[in-house]
């Protein structure tokens, strides 16, 4: 750029507070300069306390060439000029070059201070925080080094008081606060359904590269994937590496965007060099992570397959969920088209070839499918998955076969079950490969609407209390948090737009990037009376006004609790316990809520937080959970949080033309249940429509009394006789030691038990709670007779009736042990059975009695008698550990009472999980003969109840 244009060319640079002779002249540019003057905002320097201490800002409109004149002139007479600018110095030697043969010139640091030490940060994000420290440091040396310059400004008292206040807050803020609160995070991870699911599934014993594209997120999945590259770059990592490894082949992920892109030439370059590879084209149809745009060529599995081809590649395998959509003659001869569930068998078979191989994964983006079939543009089949909860053992087998964010945990009376959120789903169904019998496909029924759909008018005529909005004098600042694909984004537009139609200054940025699948996701809303009030978009440290809190799990994420003060920030926050990503591969994951709640509270003020469970009243009153987050904007503004009117954000909605009617509705029941929750409770879900086994026991009495009942139904009252005189056994061993005391609450936590209630008596006699639980399971196993039975209950008629509406058609996904055929490995294969299969429930579940009678022909196979002989171990088991009980040696006791919480699920996935049982129960053992102090998990344990 010649060096004759000055900054007039692009805007003239402009001097911001303060004005003539000075001790601090700070000089910023761009971004940067929002961020200095957040900072002296948030450190109450206003244009009057500048001119008092003597500090003044310069507004830097073209960063290169630099203008001379006006530097010089506003340099003139400062002790020190401070630079503050992103990445490597570019205006700060500018400076100095421009005031090097001045007389008089001030002090000029940067990058670097007058000792020669860091000081601006040369690399990562500026902050208002960070520039208000660098603010605050150099006033502070300045003062000290002159502080009889009455010429330059005097640091005022009241200032340095004011700054230094500031600054301890964002100190305490950074320190954190003495308590620990468990808490979890909300990784990115695959949409619901989304094809990368299965395509990113590598066989036992090879490894796969990654790449640009949604399926990044295969590096942190647990599917043998590392390193990537820059966009069409890749595989190229590993031509240069194959020379130099005993590594004989790799797969490389490659999404069709980026072949259309560049990747082509990487493949080419492999072909060229004849390395041995076999690159995964995955065509999802779409440019699936940057919004679903269509492709800017006529890309086909046809073009692709032709054009690898002709570049050399040695073999092409098409593998898609469609088969049958090819016509005759799509592709050519020699390119083999197989089914989804042949993946694993086709990379076996690709990995011993020769040269490079290219797999063409073809399934449409499950994002994309979800828009297209809003707008009819493509096939909805009149299908869903639905789990038995009652027939589900919890194994998470079918988390593993779909790594599905859709199957959610559901915790029941009889332990952890799944469930799939019918909202998110977008039926791929391959969830139903789970090797389990509790999955069902409903064909012909609707998702049921919801409840207080209907009733809306209703609502909307009930008198809502008149809102306070929240007064501000120079901008409020607002944080949305979420789950990314879920609308978080959308609230902050619609709030943007709400504050332009009413003239108030706005700014809206939305943190999402990668977390926009399933991620957390952060949207800052600042407003202010006028634009010139606002500088940072970003919301800085113990700054936040109010948080919208659409998901808890990210509201009490270290990055949203450094934005809550005490005194300040109010919260609401959506309770769902929604899972995270770590619940697809871990079936023992935790929702720690008490904890998360803990962590707000302590971050904004007990009073000054408000916890709602949004998803669950969305869902019953809308029939769609991803109504939450309009619900919880209403809830908000009904609490007094958001500073805009109910009009203007009525006509927001309106302008975004999406699902008008719909927002709407949300929002109203969002300010009805702030205004009355118990009323809303009960429309959304009446007490008599929450399931029998999701109804937890209150005391250690019923929860054994509903057992006794259940394996009465299950079997006869002598079975039932044997559990009770076990449990009994142990009751009366367990009152010899006393009960056992429940750890003291610290303020303003709350206790919540595994039942997701506040402990009452449960928990007072833990062992007696334990072998009362896990000799039931290991009583209740679920053989052909018991799942016929848990098929004919009324609860799975009545679950059904209340997600889906119409006349629904069921098939079931099943494997009997005396008919499936078997994979080579032995595994079982599960097969579908149409509703014929209803009445041969009923039989089976009639002939019951006959288990373990000599006419039991299903209780003759090993899984079956292995079953049996684990209910006479657990009563040996129990037996010896009461022989020597005492209270040193509760915990221990109780962790071997509950091993059987291992065993779970059917078949080979059963007989795995019944392997790492038996070894924890050896170990445990061990230590229990052996008379060990309880250690590790059996420490903490032995914490919780009070020993």
């Known amino acids: 750029m010649p060096t004759g244009l000055d900054a ?12 003539g002779p000075c001790r601090l002249a700070i000089v910023s540019t761009g971004k940067s300069w929002l961020d200095v003057m957040q900072a002296l905002a948030d450190l109450g320097i206003d244009d009057a306390s500048a001119r008092r201490i003597g500090l003044k800002v310069y507004k830097v409109a073209m960063p290169w060439p630099l203008e001379p004149q006006g530097i010089r002139e506003f340099c003139a007479g400062a002790a020190e000029v401070l630079v503050i600018e992103e990445k490597r110095s570019l205006i700060e030697a500018q400076i100095k070059e421009h005031l090097y043969d001045l007389a008089e010139r001030p002090r000029v640091v940067g990058k670097r201070d007058e000792q020669g030490a860091p000081c601006v940060p040369d690399f990562g994000e500026l902050s208002p925080v960070l ?82 594209g949604c399926h990044y997120m295969a590096q942190w999945m647990d599917r043998s994937t590392s390193t ?144 297209r079939r809003k707008r009819g543009a493509f096939p909805d089949p ?62 012909g029924g609707r998702v049921r609407r919801g409840k207080g759909a209907e009733v809306a008018q209703d609502a909307a005529a009930i008198g809502l209390p008149d809102v306070v909005l929240p007064a501000f004098d120079d901008a409020y600042s607002l944080l949305v948090t979420g789950i990314g694909g879920t609308g978080v ?64 799990v990210v509201t009490a994420s270290k990055d949203a609790l450094a934005r809550m003060a005490p005194g300040r920030t109010r919260v609401v926050a959506n309770v769902a316990s929604t899972p995270t990503a770590d619940f697809t591969r871990n079936a023992d994951w935790k929702f720690p809520l008490g904890s998360m709640e803990g962590a707000i509270a302590a971050a904004a003020g007990l009073e000054a937080a408000s916890f709602v469970d949004a998803t669950r009243l969305a869902n019953g009153l809308m029939g769609d959970a991803i109504a939450a987050n309009m619900f919880m904007l209403g809830y908000a503004f009904q609490k007094g949080l958001i500073p805009v009117s109910a009009r203007s954000i009525d006509r927001a909605i309106e302008l975004n033309e999406v699902a008008v009617e719909s927002n709407r509705r949300a929002l109203l029941w969002g300010r009805r249940a702030a205004a009355d929750l118990a009323q809303v409770e009960a429309v ?26 259940f394996l009465t139904d299950y079997q006869d009252e002598a079975w039932a006789r044997r559990y009770l005189a076990l449990v009994e056994k142990v009751r009366h061993a367990e009152r010899a030691l006393g009960a056992a005391p429940l750890p003291a609450l610290e303020p303003g936590e709350v206790r919540r038990d595994l039942r997701g ?8 006699w833990p062992l007696t709670e334990a072998v009362a639980s896990y000799f039931f399971k290991l009583m209740s196993y679920k053989d052909e007779y018991e799942v016929a039975r848990l098929y004919t209950r009324p609860e799975f008629s009545a679950r059904l009736r209340e997600q889906f509406e119409g006349e629904p058609r069921l098939q079931f996904h099943l494997a009997p042990p005396l008919l499936a055929k078997r994979k080579p490995n032995g595994e079982l294969i599960k097969q579908v059975y149409g509703p014929w299969v209803l009445p041969v429930f009923r039989v089976l579940a009639r002939l019951r009695r006959l288990r373990g009678t000599a006419l ?84 903490e344990l032995a914490g919780a109840v009070g020993d």
């Open 684 to 709: 959304a879900a009446p007490p008599a429509s929450l399931p029998v086994n999701r109804k937890r026991s209150e005391s250690l009495d019923e929860l054994i009394a509903r057992r006794v009942d």
């Open 8 to 19: 007039n060319v692009f805007g003239r640079d402009d001097q911001h507070q303060g004005g």
């Open 131 to 212: 520039c208000a420290r660098l603010i605050a440091a150099r006033l502070r040396l300045l003062a000290d080094s002159s502080p009889a310059d009455e010429q330059r400004g005097v640091y005022a008292d009241d200032v340095r008081a004011r700054v230094d206040a500031r600054l301890a807050i964002l100190e305490a803020k950074e320190r954190g606060g003495a308590r620990h609160f468990e808490i979890i995070e909300r990784i990115p991870y695959f949409c619901s359904g989304c094809p990368h699911n299965s395509s990113t599934k590598v066989p036992e014993g090879s490894r796969a590269g990654a790449g640009i």
């Open 489 to 552: 984004v959308t609230i902050g537009q619609i709030l943007g737009m709400a504050a332009h139609l009413e003239g108030k200054g706005v700014t809206v940025l939305d943190m999402a990037g990668l977390a926009q699948k399933n991620g957390a996701v952060m949207s800052f809303v600042r407003f202010a009376r006028s634009p010139d009030r606002l500088f940072a978009p970003r919301i800085g440290t113990a700054s936040a006004d109010a948080v919208l809190g659409c998901d808890i």
């Open 856 to 939: 039991d022909v299903f209780g003759r196979t090993a899984e079956r008698r292995g079953e049996r002989a684990l209910i006479d171990e657990y009563e040996r088991t129990i037996g010896a550990l009461l022989d020597r009980l005492t209270p040193e040696r509760r915990a221990l006791a109780i962790e071997l009472a509950s091993v059987p919480e291992q065993i779970r699920g059917f078949g080979h996935v059963k007989e795995r999980h019944l392997v790492t049982a038996r070894a924890l129960r050896e170990q445990l053992l061990a230590r229990y003969q052996a008379d060990a102090p309880p250690v590790g998990r059996s420490a």
């Open 757 to 764: 209630e506040t402990a009452g008596t449960i928990g007072q």
């Open 228 to 371: 990537f590259t820059q966009m069409g770059g890749e595989g190229m990592n590993w031509v240069g590496q194959a020379p130099f490894t005993k590594t004989p082949h790799i797969f490389q992920n490659l999404g069709d965007g980026t072949y259309n892109h560049s990747g082509a030439l990487a493949i080419r370059h492999a072909v060229a060099t004849g390395t041995r590879m076999t690159y995964k084209i995955l065509f999802n149809d779409a440019v699936a992570m940057t919004g679903g745009q269509t492709h800017d060529s006529q890309l086909t599995p046809g073009a692709i397959a032709r054009q690898v081809r002709a570049e050399g590649v040695r073999k092409v395998v098409v593998v898609t969920d469609e088969p049958q959509k090819y016509p005759a003659g799509y592709f050519e001869r020699d390119v083999a088209v197989h089914h989804r569930s042949e993946l694993d068998t086709v990379q076996r078979l690709l990995r011993e070839e020769e040269g490079v191989t290219v797999l063409i994964y073809d399934q449409t983006c499950a994002a994309e499918k979800r828009r």
């Open 382 to 443: 009149d299908r869903r998955a639905f789990i038995n909860e009652s027939v589900c053992e919890g194994c998470g087998d079918c988390g593993v076969q779909s790594n599905c964010v859709s199957i959610e945990p559901v915790e029941t009376e009889f332990g952890r079950k799944r469930a799939i959120n019918q909202s998110s789903c977008n039926k791929d169904f391959s969830c139903v490969n789970g090797f389990c019998p509790s999955f069902v496909t409903v064909e």
